[in-house]
């Protein structure tokens, strides 16, 4: 991030705009939203903006930027359309110590103007830095699609009734009436009846949610997905927009962990595989601690939490502490990686079933059916396989597998850092161990990138000889 973004104070201060032409304008029309003394120097001004100048919108001096015209002013825009011109009344302004933006010159600029969506006093500012004008577009035109037309006014009147509200208890109970309102009561009260409503409708709403019974803690177990933030479910961006507190493991990504609400308490609980370890009954009593405070918990884990995730022993934690819960499923890592190799994990006269392994240990390995598992054609998808790659090449192999039979590693499934290793059986081991791999892999017995992925996407094996 290059810039930072912030609201700055600008009621009653000066913002000083050199330029009358068309780019002038664009930057004007934001400009005037706000409360500040707004002065444009232009030798020569568009009929629009000398007819603002009429209105009392700003003040405008027919003449360009000289020394001193920028003393004090908070921010200046350089507008001229003509590059010299720019550069020497930035000049100008720097001296003056206003902060400058040059239009349409990122690199000499010290601050941008972003996208604006305006429902005064509620502003969302969207930038890009530059990079993606039409993404800002679009995004501006997805949230002034979301956000009522009279939010603007709710939230003047909302602000003067903030301290009565505080008659409700902070939290979820807080956030479900402001949400009442600014969704549901107050768009309905001022379309029916207009601002003169909205007080009235405020008092008997806050009436109504003092009086609604203090809702009880709930979990929701939710799949993170394998780590691409476009993977998570819709329900599961819901959970996370509603959470008081967010449980998580490691292998959820930051990204994902960045759509949680600002508010919530996010905790780190970890079990990382043959190290350091929160023990599973210290997380199933951390759920239940937060829940039975009436927080809604999101415990968040990576891929789908019905896979290898310990589900059955949080579910009976919050069963036996009489918590409400639901399972929210996620993307498992095994069928990410498979889509991101080009193949299905079944398919027709080759496979009709493919066996989930956790290789997180060798203990209930003598469980297994290896002699099945090495028939040609099967299929595993191995989760947490790096440590015991070895012992599992050895089973198969004993068993009579084909030693050609190709393997493919995935490390970091749908990450921008992704890496696919190709190879077989026979080459499994010393293969990974070359590798050196450092993210969570995921391997795949039985099943080959596609020809068409190799070049583009598999890393070749010779890369690790």
């Known amino acids: 991030m290059d810039h930072f973004p912030v609201f700055m104070a600008v009621a009653g201060r000066r913002i000083v705009l050199s330029g009358g032409g068309d780019a002038a304008m664009a930057k004007l029309r934001l400009i005037m939203k706000t409360t500040a003394h707004v002065s444009v120097f232009a030798e020569t001004a568009s009929p629009e903006i000398q007819g603002w100048a009429v209105d009392g919108k700003l003040t405008l001096i027919n003449r360009a930027v000289e020394p001193?015209?920028?003393?004090?002013?908070?921010?200046?825009?350089?507008?001229?359309?003509?590059?010299?011109?720019?550069?020497?009344?930035?000049?100008?302004?720097?001296?003056?110590?206003?902060?400058?933006?040059?239009?349409?010159?990122?690199?000499?600029?010290?601050?941008?103007?972003?996208a604006i969506v305006d429902r005064d006093p509620v502003v969302v500012a969207i930038g890009t830095e530059g990079a993606a004008p039409v993404v800002a577009r679009k995004v501006k035109a997805d949230i002034e699609a979301q956000l009522p037309a009279s939010l603007g006014v709710l939230a003047r009147i909302g602000k003067t009734f903030r301290s009565a509200v505080e008659v409700l208890p902070m939290g979820a109970k807080r956030r479900t009436f402001w949400s009442d309102f600014y969704f549901n009561a107050g768009p309905k009260a001022v379309e029916a009846d207009g601002q003169s409503a909205v007080i009235p409708t405020l008092e008997s709403l806050l009436d109504k949610h003092i009086m609604t019974t203090e809702k009880a803690g709930h979990v929701d177990l939710v799949g993170a997905g394998p780590g691409d933030?476009?993977?998570?479910?819709?329900?599961?961006?819901?959970?996370?927009?509603?959470?008081?507190?967010?449980?998580?493991?490691?292998?959820?990504?930051?990204?994902?962990?960045?759509?949680?609400?600002?508010?919530?308490?996010?905790?780190?609980?970890?079990?990382?595989?043959?190290?350091?370890?929160?023990?599973?009954?210290?997380?199933?009593?951390?759920?239940?601690?937060?829940?039975?405070?009436?927080?809604?918990?999101?415990?968040?884990?990576?891929?789908?939490?019905?896979?290898?995730?310990?589900?059955?022993?949080?579910?009976?934690?919050?069963?036996?502490a009489g918590i409400s819960w639901?399972?929210?499923?996620?993307?498992?890592?095994?069928?990410?990686?498979?889509?991101?190799?080009?193949?299905?994990?079944?398919?027709?006269?080759?496979?009709?079933?493919?066996?989930?392994?956790?290789?997180?240990?060798?203990?209930?390995?003598a469980d297994h059916d290896w002699r099945a598992l090495a028939q040609n054609g099967?299929?595993?998808?191995?989760?947490?396989?790096?440590?015991?790659?070895?012992?599992?090449?050895?089973r198969l192999l004993m068993h009579g597998a084909d030693p050609a039979t190709p393997v493919t590693i995935i490390e970091n499934v749908s990450r921008t850092d992704q890496q696919i290793i190709a190879t077989t059986l026979s080459d499994l081991?010393?293969?990974?161990?070359?590798?050196?791999?450092?993210?969570?892999?995921?391997?795949?017995?039985?099943?080959?990138?596609?020809?068409?992925?190799?070049?583009a996407d598999t890393l070749p094996l010779e890369e690790f000889a």
């Open 326 to 365: 639901r399972i929210v499923p996620g993307i498992t890592a095994a069928s990410a990686a498979v889509a991101n190799i080009g193949q299905s994990l079944t398919k027709r006269d080759r496979n009709s079933s493919v066996r989930f392994i956790t290789g997180h240990d060798t203990k209930g390995y």
């Open 429 to 455: 081991e010393p293969t990974l161990t070359r590798a050196n791999l450092r993210g969570p892999a995921i391997t795949f017995y039985g099943l080959a990138p596609r020809a068409a992925m190799d070049a």
């Open 229 to 320: 933030p476009e993977l998570l479910t819709l329900k599961a961006r819901n959970a996370l927009d509603k959470a008081d507190v967010v449980i998580h493991d490691r292998l959820v990504t930051p990204e994902i962990l960045e759509l949680a609400r600002r508010e919530a308490v996010i905790i780190d609980a970890g079990k990382t595989g043959f190290g350091p370890a929160m023990v599973q009954g210290d997380i199933d009593a951390l759920i239940v601690e937060h829940a039975v405070k009436g927080h809604h918990v999101v415990r968040l884990k990576a891929g789908d939490p019905t896979v290898f995730g310990r589900l059955d022993e949080e579910v009976d934690a919050c069963d036996a």
């Open 68 to 114: 001193g015209d920028a003393m004090c002013a908070v921010l200046f825009y350089a507008a001229n359309e003509d590059d010299a011109e720019d550069a020497r009344v930035a000049a100008i302004a720097h001296a003056d110590g206003a902060k400058v933006n040059i239009v349409d010159n990122l690199a000499d600029s010290q601050f941008i103007t972003p």
């Open 378 to 394: 099967e299929v595993a998808a191995i989760y947490m396989g790096k440590k015991s790659a070895r012992f599992i090449q050895g």
